[in-house]
């Protein structure tokens, strides 16, 4: 089997929407810690402290949630290239855009998920807050969790089988874990490039819709410091602290001030790819492990029918576990969030 060369190096940038950037900056800076690049009228420009390049997440101000674009680095100036031959031979809409903030040209077009999707190369190199002689492990005075950097993204799609395909085929990504219906559907994949689980994953929801951008925690430490942090801040913590059956990382999910959800994501219990590495198939039926591996399979419907128990039949709790508005993924889009419906999300406490 040919295998195909390396040409994503990483997830570059999410860009999300901000229904107030003065309180969610706040945030950024000081609960989650990501540091900041710049501001530029209604958009601000963020990093984590390991990255070397200019920014990696953006946040920009409008009057609902959810995801503006996301973009994928190339390895080289000539993979756009390459890239751009690919999405003609393929019929595919796409426009140039000759810059952006510190950031050289792009390739941008929708996936078939209604997601905008950029390629790019070139990007200022700023280096992380390290000296590049020397250096120690970690930058003094940090705050927040402060996370090295963003690892991935996951989105939804209303056929999420066209858009797998879609990143399968034409932006050539491999397959690293798929959860599979019982007629062999595709429901939702995990896709990758650079040799970790995924750059990012495509479960079932509305088009263009915005599941979570991750952040990497690389440790257990990191990961129970992050939850001691949220809880801190009372920002709402969605789920965790856990891990995915799917890729092994550990987990926390929780919502910025206008309703984004964010994860950490430890990926130093996840494996890492190799370019014959095999994908690894879920069955439906075991959605709930698969997801939230330590307790999913006590959701009501993430079990399989007839299965009420598990091995060791609890008489008490299950009752309290059940999801709210559970439909076949824990989907809750952030565009779906009101403003009026958000403030509720997120508290600071007063210092
Ligand atoms: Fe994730």
């Known amino acids: 089997m040919p295998i195909m060369p390396y040409r994503i190096s990483r997830l570059g940038l999410v860009e999300i929407r901000s229904l107030d950037l003065d309180r969610d900056l706040d945030y950024y800076l000081n609960v989650l810690g990501l540091q900041l690049t710049a501001r530029e009228g209604k958009t601000a420009y963020l990093k984590g402290w390991d990255e070397r390049h200019a920014y990696s997440f953006a946040l920009t101000e409008s009057d609902r949630a959810g ?139 509305k088009p263009g819709g915005f599941h979570h951008a991750a952040f990497v925690v690389d440790s257990a430490d990191a990961l129970f410091r992050a939850a001691d942090i949220l809880a801190m801040h009372k920002a709402r913590i969605d789920y965790g602290p856990g891990r995915h059956g799917i890729t092994r990382g550990t987990t926390i999910y929780f919502f910025d001030p206008s309703g984004n959800r964010l994860e950490t994501f430890g990926g130093y219990t996840a494996y890492q790819m190799d370019p014959d590495s095999r994908a690894i198939r879920w069955t439906q039926d075991q959605i709930g492990p698969a997801v939230f591996y330590y307790s999913g399979w006590r959701h009501r419907r993430m079990r399989p029918r007839g299965d009420r128990t598990g091995r060791y039949p609890q008489s008490r709790g299950e009752r309290h576990v059940r999801l709210p508005r559970w439909r076949l993924w824990h989907v809750q889009d952030a565009s779906d969030l009101r403003p009026d419906r958000t403030r509720a999300l997120f508290r600071r406490r007063s210092p």
Do not use: C
């Not at 950029?118 to 200022?124: F, G, P, S």
């Not at 090295?148 to 066209?162: F, N």
């Open 67 to 205: 995801m503006v674009r996301m973009a994928f680095r190339t390895v080289d100036p000539e993979d756009l290239d390459y890239y751009e031959k690919r999405l003609k031979d393929f019929g595919i809409k796409y426009d140039i855009i000759p810059e952006d903030y510190r950031r050289g040209r792009a390739i941008r077009f929708t996936a078939p998920s209604g997601h905008t999707v950029e390629l790019y190369n070139e990007m200022d190199y700023t280096g992380n807050l390290l000296p590049t002689v020397n250096p120690g492990p970690w930058p003094e005075g940090l705050r927040g969790i402060a996370p090295p950097r963003l690892d991935h993204t996951l989105v939804t799609a209303p056929e999420p089988g066209k858009a797998i395909e879609f990143f399968q085929t034409v932006l050539e990504f491999r397959l690293s874990e798929m959860l599979v219906a019982p007629d062999g559907t595709i429901i939702a994949a995990w896709l990758w490039q650079r040799p970790a689980p995924h750059d990012i994953a495509i479960v079932p929801g």
